[in-house]
């Protein structure tokens, strides 16, 4: 009888030891978790007046390089958009405002990694200028500091390739979309063409989507003294760009 007694606490003893070796490793396996779950709390915070006061046009230029990189590399920061949504009540203060084309595969904040209030964003099939596209970024840096006006075409835009391809809209009853297509061939006009002018051309199709956002750059700054006028104080810097399609990089230019 003593030795089945000792047997059994013998066994007591043993379960005891593994079960407390089994709690120690499963804290150690989670203390890790633990720690990189505190590393990636959500962002909560917006864009303050003091933050875009004290950023120049190149220092805002590069963090949306740096956001780009991450979009890049599948890295997008994480953020808790119910609290910058009831932050963003009170004012905003976005650090440049981007003209993208209306395609739907180009996520402009994605791409930059950008949350809630940190940017304005323009859009309009080709991403070329017009007087409400001009009097938006007049408002977006003359009236709301932002300091960075980024013009950004894409690689595989329709609208160019429609314009290369001098596709007649208006025969279809698409006047404005006509109007549109027009804005957009001064830049294949002023492209150099090694080869066929179509958009089945990648390379040329290519050049002439870089040259429209150059354009359009252009075009902006003839349109805005006021921002003519603050780019050449060093106040705001208005740039053009290409989105990849492909790798999701953004070229600026």
């Known amino acids: 009888m003593k030795k089945q007694v000792s047997v059994f606490a013998f066994a007591v003893v043993i379960m005891s030891l593994i079960s407390c070796n089994e709690t120690s490793e499963k ?10 779950t505190m590393e990636k709390a959500p962002v909560k915070s917006i864009m303050t007046a003091e933050e875009q006061a004290g950023m120049s046009p190149d220092e805002i230029i590069g963090r949306l390089k740096k956001g780009n990189e991450n979009f890049v590399n599948n890295n997008l920061t994480q953020r808790d958009h119910s ?10 203060y976005p650090k440049a405002i981007v003209l993208s084309c209306v395609d739907s595969r180009v996520p402009v904040e994605d791409v ?34 932002s300091k960075v006006v980024i013009v950004m075409g894409h690689t595989a835009c329709g609208a160019v390739k429609h314009a290369i391809d001098n596709t007649d809209a208006a025969s279809m009853g698409m006047n404005a979309l006509s109007d549109l297509l027009t804005e957009i061939k001064p830049s294949v006009a002023a492209t150099e063409v090694d ?3 179509s958009s ?10 870089q040259n429209n956002a150059i354009k359009t750059v252009e075009d902006i700054r003839k349109e805005s003294p006021k921002m003519a006028e603050l780019e050449k104080k060093g106040q705001i810097k208005i740039v ?6 492909e790798t999701g990089k953004v070229t600026f230019q």
């Open 83 to 92: 609290a910058q949504r009831r932050k963003a009540t009170i004012g905003q």
């Open 200 to 209: 089945k051309n990648v390379a040329f199709t290519n050049k002439v989507i």
């Open 27 to 36: 804290v150690v396996t989670e203390t890790p978790l633990v720690i990189e």
């Open 195 to 197: 080869g066929e002018v």
């Open 112 to 145: 930059f990694d950008l949350g809630i209030g940190d940017i304005f964003v323009a859009r309009v099939a080709g991403n070329i200028e017009n007087k409400d596209i001009v009097g938006s970024m007049e408002f977006a840096t003359a009236v709301a500091g």
């Open 240 to 245: 053009s760009a290409v989105y990849d399609m």
